[in-house]
């Protein structure tokens, strides 16, 4: 099946820092990415969602400034969090999909974020 | 607004038993349904997968039913095993682009 990874899977930083996350599709075309945060005890919750080669389209109450989403290829996307705060602290998913399954999402295996 | 509940956070179940994993929507327009499992520090896993065109989709062990009138859907596991213990989202589409969960149910299978 399809394969989406993603970088770092664990990341520690000081707050006022910047975290960059890869998100990758390994054998697969990936013409739309979707940013995911889960919340403990809560539902995933949609960020964005990118489509190659043009800007993110980011969900209502979530700062495009703060989270920057590029998606420059079509195996990659990125998200940046910038200047974290402790409260950013969170589980980060990507997921992809591609040209030829349209009804369903790849997901990568998330990215655990800890700002102290 | 929560367009995608699972209104039971747990559930226990005997190995060799049936899980049953609730999910109620409220958009009509959904017409796309999938069920994903999560362990711990992982990204969620696709497990299963039904459009509004079937009432049912088995695969293996495991078995979506959906009642659109009642927009709701269920999962079901049979037999269940522990290595199904996990947590299971309920994700709902009106485009098939954008998926919303719901808050998922921690599964645990007692050997």
């Known amino acids: 099946g399809a394969v989406v990874s993603q970088h770092p899977s664990r990341v520690i930083c000081k707050s006022g820092t910047s975290v960059k996350i890869e998100c990758r599709s390994l054998d697969f075309q990936a013409t739309t990415m979707f940013w995911y945060r889960q919340f403990p005890k809560k539902s995933l919750m949609l960020m964005a969602t990118?489509?190659?080669?043009?800007?993110?389209?980011?969900e209502q109450g979530v700062e495009k400034d703060k989270f920057l989403i590029n998606h420059a290829s079509l195996t990659l996307s990125t998200l940046t969090v910038t200047s974290a705060h402790p409260e950013d602290s969170s589980f980060y998913i990507c997921s992809a999909k591609g040209q030829d399954r349209i009804d369903t999402q790849y997901f990568g295996p998330g990215t655990r974020l800890t700002v102290l | 607004d929560q367009q995608v509940k699972q209104n039971s956070p747990s559930l226990s179940v005997q190995e060799g038993r049936i899980s049953i994993l609730n999910c109620d929507y409220t958009n009509s327009m959904f017409d796309y349904f999938l069920w994903y499992k999560k362990y711990p520090a992982e990204g969620p896993t696709f497990l299963i997968s039904i459009s509004s065109i079937k009432d049912k989709n088995e695969d293996g062990r495991f078995t979506v039913f959906l009642n659109k009138s009642a927009k709701h859907l269920s999962l079901h596991i049979v037999p269940s095993q522990p290595g199904d213990s996990a947590v299971y989202f309920c994700a709902a589409s009106a485009t098939g682009n954008q998926f919303y969960f719901g808050t998922g149910t921690s599964l645990t299978v007692i050997p």
């Open positions: 990118s489509n190659e080669g043009s800007k993110a389209t980011y």
